[in-house]
C-alpha cells in the first residue's frame, strides 16, 4: 500500500470508531435522561434491594416514556401540517 | 498519520467518555440521594442520613442499570419491527 492508501485507510477506521463512540455516547445520555425521569416516578424511600414492583415501574417507564415521546412527535407534526396547510 | 497516533487518540476518546459518564452518574447521584436522604440538613450527617445516602447509591446504580437494560430491548424490538 502507498503511504496515501495508508492514510485515507487510517483515517477511515478513525472516523469509523468515532461514529460508533458518538452513538454509543447518546445511547448513554439518553439512559440517563430516562433513569432521571423514571428514578423520580419509581423510586421511594432507598432500601436495601430494588423490589420487583419498583423493577416492574422501572422497565414500564422506560417504555411508556418512549411511547410518549414517540406520540407526541406524531400528534405535533399533525399539528404543525395542518397549520402549514393553511388552517391556523 | 503515523499508526500510534491513532490508537493513542482511540484511547484518550474512550477515556474521555468514560470520565464524562463517571461525571454524569456521580453528580446525578449527588443530587437524587441529598433529595431523598436529607430531609431537613443539620449541622452534620447523621448515622441514619449516611446509612441512607449509602442505600440509595447502591439503588441509583441498580435502577441505572435496569434501565439501560429496558432500553437496549426496546432499541431491540424497534428495530426487529424494521
Known amino acids: 500500500m502507498s503511504d496515501y492508501e495508508n492514510q485515507s485507510a487510517s483515517d477511515k477506521e478513525l472516523q469509523e470508531f468515532m461514529m460508533i463512540e458518538k452513538q454509543k455516547a447518546q445511547v448513554n445520555e439518553q439512559i440517563h435522561e430516562f433513569h432521571g425521569i423514571c428514578w423520580e416516578k419509581c423510586i421511594g424511600k432507598p432500601s436495601t434491594k430494588l423490589d420487583h414492583a419498583t423493577e416492574t415501574c422501572l422497565s414500564n417507564c422506560v417504555d411508556r416514556f418512549i411511547d410518549t415521546s414517540l406520540l407526541i412527535t406524531q400528534r405535533f407534526a399533525q399539528i404543525l401540517q395542518r397549520q402549514s396547510s393553511g388552517g391556523m | ?82
Open chain 2, 1 to 82: 498519520m503515523a499508526h500510534v497516533d491513532k490508537s493513542e487518540i482511540m484511547d484518550q476518546v474512550k477515556q474521555q467518555i468514560a470520565v464524562a459518564n463517571a461525571q454524569e452518574l456521580l453528580s446525578q447521584m449527588s443530587t437524587k440521594c441529598f433529595a431523598k436522604c436529607i430531609n431537613k440538613p443539620g449541622t452534620s450527617l447523621d448515622g441514619s442520613e449516611q446509612k441512607c445516602i449509602s442505600l440509595c447509591m447502591d439503588r441509583f446504580m441498580d435502577s441505572w442499570n435496569l434501565i439501560a437494560r429496558a432500553y437496549g430491548q426496546r432499541l431491540q424490538r424497534e428495530q426487529s419491527k424494521n
